[in-house]
């Protein structure tokens, strides 16, 4: 029951990551098609946002 529990929870930070991104980042990729109220888009174009998007400098987040 546990595993099923994370995956939820996976599932819903990465929806949370894409939302934020997509009201954030001008070049965030515009959505293929819809269903329902879901947005769609294609895995191609998230991927070389992914891939195009800037990145922290090194040592800019202090994690202590």
Known sequence: ???CARSTNTTRRRSLS???ARAND???PAPA???G???LYRVGDLKRWGRNRGRAAV???DMS
């Open 18 to 20: 894409l939302r934020c």
């Open 59 to 61: 040592g800019a987040t």
């Open 1 to 3: 029951m546990r595993a």
């Open 26 to 28: 001008p070049s965030f």
């Open 37 to 39: 109220a879901e947005l």
């Open 33 to 35: 098609g819809k269903r």
